[in-house]
Structures are given as structure tokens and as C-alpha cells.
């Protein structure tokens, strides 16, 4: 069973998203809070395996309140659903420890089937905000920290970030499919990860992509 909290500030999505899990049978909705300091108040007491985070939020957004929970309570998986598409917003939840981000326009099943995915140990993100990744990469070189990737397998990195498939891939670095596949594979591997999702979030975590400066009046 899936112990899911809720933090949003309007009662109209909470009420909605408590409804649609309702009739789940594998996740139940142990806790609700307004704010992001309501959240900090009362996960402790709720317990809960996951969390449902907004972002704009009264006084701590939810932002702040994912990287001050991971640094508590790490086990706790937090999926982020907002309606902010911007880069800033995605890269900043991203680097404090979210675990997946989905935008309020998903259909209710796709955010259903999101919470059972992050419960598993993987990441979900919106497929739009992935796509947003090119143009950061095209600006600056990017920064390589504490990885021990070949220089092609950064190039494979950068495109995967992109969100091409193996054969576009293979088309822009003028490569067989099989290699790519060989390059994916060890990129996987290298950077423990087992997913498309989490190769996206693991580069941004550790700035194997070039972070876009944080706009002071978000």
C-alpha cells in the first residue's frame, strides 16, 4: 500500500485527487496539507510514503519544502504536480531531490500510474519539460563532475537529455543504432540509473547538463 500525502493549497485539486485515488486499491491518501509549512508540520505525524507537492504555495513553496524533506526524511519519494512549466522551476525541484515532475494538465490516470512508478524506486517527468533541456545545452559546454564518462558517451548523454531516440541518435552522431545502444547501456550502468526519466534527472542533480540561472522573482 502506497501512503500518499497531499500538498496544495487549493481544496478543489485536493479534493479532486483524493477522489481519483479513492478507488485505487494499492495507494491511500494519509494526510493533507495547505502549505508548504503545514506539510513540514504534519508529515511526521501522517507518515506517509510519498508526496503529491505543488510548488506555488503560501510562504514556503514547494521547492523549498522538498529540499528541506529529502534532508529529513530521504526514504520519502516526493513527486512534484504543478501547473509552472518553466525551466527554473523544473531544474530547481529536480536539484533539491523531487523525484518526478508532472505538469496539472496530465490526465488523471497518467498521474495515477506516475505515483505507483516513483513508488517503485524510478522518476516520471513530464514529457514537455524533458524537450526543454536542448536549449540549455546548446548555449554552454557542458559541466562533467564525478563521472567517468567517455567523451561520446557524454555525447550520447547530451542527446538522450534532448529526449531523441537511439536512432536519432545515431543519425546526428553518424553512428550505427547498435552503437548506441552499447552507449546507453553503459551510461545506465555508469550512472546507476534504469530509466530514460532518471538519466534526465541524474544529469541535472549533478550538473552533467548546464543549469539555467534562478530567476530571483519566481
Not at 31 to 45: H, N, R, T, Y
Not at 112 to 141: C, D, N
Not at 158 to 176: H, P, Q, W, Y
Amino acid at each position: 500500500m502506497i501512503r500518499l500525502m497531499l500538498v496544495d493549497d487549493h481544496a478543489v485539486l485536493r479534493d479532486g485527487l483524493r477522489n481519483i485515488i479513492s478507488v485505487e486499491e494499492d495507494i491511500k491518501v494519509v494526510g493533507e496539507a495547505v502549505s508548504g509549512d503545514d506539510a513540514l508540520l504534519k508529515v511526521e505525524s501522517c507518515k506517509p510514503d510519498m508526496i503529491l507537492m505543488d510548488i506555488n504555495m503560501p510562504m514556503k513553496n514547494g521547492v523549498e519544502v522538498t529540499g528541506i524533506l529529502k534532508k529529513k526524511y530521504p526514504h520519502i519519494k516526493i513527486l512534484v504536480l504543478t501547473m509552472h512549466s518553466h525551466e527554473e522551476y523544473f531544474m530547481s525541484a529536480i536539484r533539491e531531490g523531487a523525484d518526478g515532475y508532472l505538469l496539472k494538465d496530465a490526465p488523471s490516470d497518467q498521474v495515477v500510474e506516475a505515483i505507483r512508478t516513483v513508488a517503485r524506486g524510478e522518476s516520471v517527468i513530464h514529457p514537455s519539460m524533458t524537450r526543454k533541456l536542448l536549449a540549455f545545452h546548446q548555449q554552454k559546454e557542458t559541466k562533467q563532475e564525478d563521472t567517468t564518462l567517455t567523451e561520446r558517451e557524454k555525447e550520447v548523454l547530451l542527446c538522450l537529455v534532448e529526449g531523441l531516440s537511439n536512432k536519432e541518435i545515431a543519425d546526428r552522431l553518424f553512428i550505427s543504432d547498435k552503437t548506441v545502444k552499447i552507449h546507453v547501456s553503459k551510461i545506465f550502468k555508469k550512472l546507476n540509473v534504469k530509466s530514460r526519466s532518471q538519466v534526465v534527472i541524474h544529469a541535472v542533480q549533478h550538473q552533467l547538463v548546464p543549469i539555467p540561472p534562478t530567476s530571483s522573482g519566481a
